[in-house]
Structure formats: C-alpha cells, structure tokens
C-alpha cells in the first residue's frame, strides 16, 4: 500500500502540473496579448498594424520554467534526509522571516499590496514559503516536546508566540487571506499533535473578535464580505468577481467549451490564471474536467493520509499531515472561493494556478512527502523480510 501510495501521489502531482501548465497557457495567451498590444500602441504603433497579435504565450514560458525548477526542487527533497531537515527548521523558519521583513520594506507594491520580493530576474512571495516552513517548524518543535504539549506555559504559548509574530508580518502586507490559510494549516497541525482542546478553542474564540477588526479597518474587505452575502445586489461592485467565476463554471455543462475556448477570461474575470483559474477549468474542460482535478487532489489527500498514519515517529507523522494539510486546505478554500462558497481572497490554488512560489513550496511539500513514503516502505519492507 505504501509502495501504491509514493507512486500515486506522484502521478498524481504531475498530473495536476500538466493540466495546470495547459491552463495557465489558455487562461493567460489573450491577456498577454492585449498587454503586448497596448505596450506597442505606445512604441510602436506601425508594427502593431501589421501584426496579428491575439494570443501570446509568455505566461507559459514562465510557467514552464518555474515547472523545472519546481521538479528539480522535488527531487532534491525526495533525497534529503527530512530528519536532517528538521534540525534545520529554526534556521528556515527564521530565513523565512527575514523574507517577510524584506518584503515589509522593499518589496515590490501590485495593486496596494507589498507581498512579493524580487531576486534578481525572479520575483517570490515570501508567504507561500512561510506555509512550508511553519509546516517543518511545528513538527519538529512539538515533537521535541511531545511530553510539554498539553502545558500551556512550555508547550501551547511557544508555539503560538511564533505563529502569532509570523501571521503579523503577512497581515501587515497586507494579506489576509494567506494569513487565515496559515492559520487553519499550523491549528490541523496542533488538533493532531493533541494540544490540548481548551487551548485550541479559547484561541478560536479569541482570534474571532480580532479577525472582525482587521476587516473592518479595511473597507474593502467590508465590500467583500458584503458581496458575498448577497452577490447579486453588488453584482456590478465587490461580487462581479465571484458572479463571473460562477458563470464560467456554470457555463462549461459536463464536457466543457473546448480546451482554449472559454469566453470568461476575455476581459471578464481578472485573475483568470490565478487565483480563479479553476473556473476557467470548469468552463473549458466541463464538469468532467472539474471533477477529475477535484479527485487528483482526493487522492494526494487520501494517499498521503496513509503515509502519515504508517510513518515510524511522532515527527515523521506530524510532518507528513502537515505537508497534505497544506497542500489539500488551500485547494479546498480555492474550489470554495470560486464557487461562491466563501469570499474572495487571494489564493492561489496548489499546481495549477500561474505563479512560481506557490508552484516550489507546493512541490518541495511533495518531495518531502514522497521521501517519507519512501522511507516508510522500505522500513516495512525490511521487518517484513524479517518477520518471514
């Protein structure tokens, strides 16, 4: 089973990345287009007479790019010792939020936002890192003091110390939505390490109060919540988003457009390859499409429960959910989103938006995951040889 488990979750992982690859190119060819169109009506408008320019694919060389280096990340932490890599977790965390400080004060502002950092010809946001690192961090903390957890002096309030300094650096961004996702992945982790529930739910309760001030100091987050109480009424408004996402689904019936066919991403729901890209997903590959991307993700779920339950430490096992925790909470809040389940917030949705550092963090999740299942088999396989 665990054998049937390491190569699962790899076909299934690489499926996701190729049908993300061809997406990103059918979602993003016509609005690089219209981008190359506007930067040559300005430099140079008699070149742009005579050309055709509708579809351009240099989103795609991107992706296609990241996809490498995200694959040649895998199979570094495919081989790396996990163990290893949880004696470092102190050092990446804290390389981690060094980032986000960096972030804080140069980084790169898109749309009122400073939540990405430029390192040389590549551009990385820091908070998608930070979901992996806090993933490496909790595991190997709370399984050094698997005997504290229940305390709240030695074991609850160390833990929350440094996820609460992480979550302030990411709201300051500010970036609400992956503050609350980091915030659900780190408590899936506490549920399963057996911190104790009065701790977990006083702090629920008591980051309830705190999370209704952050969005209402923001009115766009007010507009938010409000169209996605009642879409329609804010239709032309905060819901244009969301009522175009659902049409797009809606309008793809079983079998969908046509791979390149959809109409959505012509100017009528931005983020088309991004954080909504499974709704042009749904529009051009059907319900037949939606569902199988859907059961890709199921089965990393499923498969990955399975190495975490056979995994041979308290560690091994807490990094293993914590890494399928990540992966497969931020698809679920993704599909939420883009059908109007919960309200918009940036999300990227794990190897199939566009985007490179979702794409690494994601894939080095998935190498290390493959690594444990790996590790596990073989140590089943030897006291199975062993026992007969």
Sequence with gaps: MIKSATLGIFIATLCL???????????????????????????????????????????????????????AVLVFFYHYDYVSLGRKSYWILGST???????????????GAKRWLR??????????????????????????????????????????SILSATLVLIILEPDFGTTVIIGMIVFTIWFIAGLRLLHLSSLFLASLPCAIVVILLNPYRVRRILGFLDPWKHARGSAYQVIQSQIAVGSGGLTGRGLGEGLQKYHFLAESHTDFIFAIVGEELGFIGATLVLLLFVAILWMGVIVALRASDYYTGLLASGVVTMITLSAVVNFCVVLGLLPPKGLALPFISYGGSSLLANMAGIGILLNISKVTEESLGTRLRRKF
């Design 17 to 71: 990345v190729c049908i993300g690859t061809a997406m990103v190119y059918s979602s993003s060819a016509a609005m690089s287009a219209y981008q190359k169109r506007v930067i040559l009506s300005r430099k140079a408008p008699d070149v742009l007479k005579e050309t055709n320019l509708y579809h351009d694919a240099s989103f795609l060389k991107k992706q296609v790019l990241w996809v490498f280096i995200s694959i």
């Design 119 to 160: 390192l040389g010809p590549f551009t990385v946001q820091p908070s998608e890192f930070a979901k992996l690192a806090l993933v490496i961090f909790m595991a190997r903390f709370l399984s050094e003091h698997k005997d504290k957890v229940k305390s709240f002096a030695r074991g609850f309030l160390p833990v929350l």
């Design 97 to 111: 939020i060094f980032l986000l400080l960096m972030v804080l004060v140069v980084g790169n502002r898109i749309n």
